[in-house]
């Protein structure tokens, strides 16, 4: 069930990066001459499945075990575990379906993902408690929705499912946050291509004025307009954003 609704969750996440997008699967599912529903539903998985070029799902959770106890450095498990640490210590973030009148029933609650953690990393002794502890120690340490930093600049999209955990007003003038109405989830960070549009183009703009500036303030013009600065300093700044 879960890997099912994740079909949803990643088309609706990356909205706009491949053709088939939430109008795609809104058009199959509305399509009553395509079946019932459950068929609707199989058609948007075998739509799924052919633009990743895949046969067919691995629905069995060993597999998907698999992947997260995977501590190789190449393989298909890499990233998975590492999200899954994150959001085992610090994040949470879980997207169940035990909320009320939900459309996918009550089967993924919050045990559920917890039950990730500990087959995951069955060393650590996870007890309810414990999770409770991360998720406070977490926010402590960051300043949950009020973190005290500077040289940091918060970017989401509007249709980017995540983007109710973000930050969406300026902390300070060295803390902003930028909002664009009618991307996905980081929209911002690919590149250029037909159909962009002006509210994402200006966010990239700014974000890359931004990060020029951090890199050689004495660069920034009184007008507030920035030179160019080496290329070499950009990236330097970038992989220590990226691996920080």
Request: aromatic share 12%; with cysteine; hydrophobic share 40%.
């Amino acid at each position: 069930m879960e890997l099912l609704i994740d079909n949803l969750a990643g088309i609706v996440q990356y909205n706009g990066r491949t053709d088939f997008d939430i109008n795609s699967v809104c058009a199959i599912m509305r399509n009553e001459t395509m079946g019932s529903a459950l068929e609707r539903f199989a058609e948007v998985n075998s739509v799924s499945l052919a633009n990743n070029n895949d046969e067919c799902l691995d629905h069995e959770f060993s597999s998907f075990l698999d992947l997260l106890t995977n501590t190789s450095f190449s393989g298909p498990g890499v990233g998975w575990r590492q999200w899954t640490w994150q959001t085992c210590t610090e994040f949470g973030w879980y997207q169940t379906t035990n909320q009320p009148d939900e459309v996918f029933g009550k089967m993924l609650n919050l045990d559920f993902f917890k039950s990730w953690c500990r087959q995951a990393f069955a060393e650590i002794d996870w007890t309810d408690g414990s999770f409770d502890k991360n998720m406070i120690d977490s926010n402590t340490e960051f300043g949950g929705f009020n973190p005290v930093m500077e040289n940091v600049v918060f970017v989401h999209g509007s249709i980017d499912p995540w983007h109710p955990m973000g930050v969406l007003e300026d902390l300070n003038e060295l803390a902003p946050s930028i909002y664009i109405d009618g991307t996905s989830h980081c929209a911002d960070m690919y590149d250029d291509k037909p159909g962009d549009s002006q509210e994402l183009l200006a966010a990239k703009n700014r974000v890359k004025a931004l990060v020029k500036s951090w890199i050689n303030p004495e660069d920034v013009a009184p007008s507030g307009s920035v030179r160019i600065v080496p290329i070499l300093s950009y990236l330097l700044v970038v992989v220590l954003f990226l691996f920080n």
